[in-house]
């Protein structure tokens, strides 16, 4: 009997239902970068609504890390899919533009409950030897939600309340059937008083918070790379367009699901390094050829390919290192380390938008973008080997942590 059947749960299943809620929280991630250009010509005042989707997953993240190692994962699960089903609806029936607000806020909490809580599932029910590889498959899945819903938005293009509708849907159904599989139990009891301002506290664990930075500057990457360089090929001169600059995003999701169903073969070649610096270094090359390349829209593809399929491995990675120090509190740690990577995202998308308001297009400021894409890329490589050394010292063993 394997330790999982000892616990009262099946792990394939469980592991299973992580997936499929980690493809769910792709609808999120990449809701208004598919909706805010077909939206936005219908509905005033959209424009400035993704930022409240950040705004959501922070949220959701925060209430998931203060719940889910004392009350499990079942309930957070179910209520985190139907939440983001509840915010799709929001866009099926309302026009109003409050009423969308709080939509846009509820399918980000959505988000962020699913995100975290499949992170730490994953973490949790697999140990050391295994727990990378799912983490990748992990990651796979929500690659996997990003492209069916891409792909679905652009082949429904005319019609967006028709996506919506069955996406809300399908998530909704499916997780009701989540109710029915056993899950395993909370690893906090009553007496383990855990609150909200003890996981704030687990960042003077110092592997913690250099993790902390490293996805602060990791959130930046991702939620650049995704917003704004189809604003960068569709502004720069004789540039491809928007119609194949939005379509570019669909490459950016096939090379982060190629990414990471090819990091578990990395990690068994050469390990954590090798694969971290690997994927980097290929994410370093889509970012250079936004700059040798800017014009080309095979070089967009082909850029948005790389840059999909390098940055794609950090999240897996780091999360395989904290999950070997933090086991009682893997959901605090977890979500914690989201929330930073959410600000950066925030902060990313505020500062490098300036690049694209009209005055910085006109004057060229915006083609300094890919270069801060590199910066990025060169601060998470120059982190990462200090939370591995953390990671593999033996210090915190001892701390039940």
Known sequence: MTKAKEKGYSRPLVAAAACLGCAFFGVTMFFWADMLPILGKNIEGVQNLPWILTLGIIAGTIICGAVMDRYGYKFLLVSGSLTLALGLCGFIFFTDLWLLIVSTFLIGAGGGILNSETIAIISDIYGDDLRGTMLSILGASYCIGCLLWTTMCRLFAYSPGVVIKWTAVIIAVLSLLFILIPFPKAKLTKEDKFSLWDSIKLFKYHILAIAGVLFFFQGILEAISATYSTSFYANIEKG??????????????????????????????????????????????????????????????????????????????????????????????????????????????????????????????????????????????????????????????????
């Open 240 to 401: 491809i367009g928007d119609q194949l600059a939005l379509t570019s995003l669909i490459f950016m999701t096939v090379g982060m699901g190629a990414g990471r169903f090819t990091l578990p073969l990395c990690l068994k070649t050469g390990g954590k390094s090798f694969a971290m610096y690997l994927f980097m270094a290929i994410a370093l090359a889509g970012s250079l050829l936004q700059i040798f390349l800017p014009a080309s829209f095979y070089g967009a593809f082909v850029s948005m390919t790389l840059l999909g399929f390098g940055i794609g491995v950090t999240a897996p990675v780091v999360f395989d290192c904290l999950g070997r120090i933090f086991k009682r509190h893997s959901g605090a740690a977890i979500s914690i380390s989201i929330v930073v990577a959410q600000v950066g995202m925030t902060i990313g998308n505020l500062l490098v938008g300036r690049l694209f308001i009209p005055s910085s297009v006109e004057s060229g400021l915006f083609r300094i973008f890919p270069w801060i894409m590199c910066a990025m890329i060169i601060a998470v490589s120059l982190l990462f080997p200090f939370v591995l050394r953390s990671s593999n010292s033996g210090k915190y063993k001892e701390m039940n942590l």
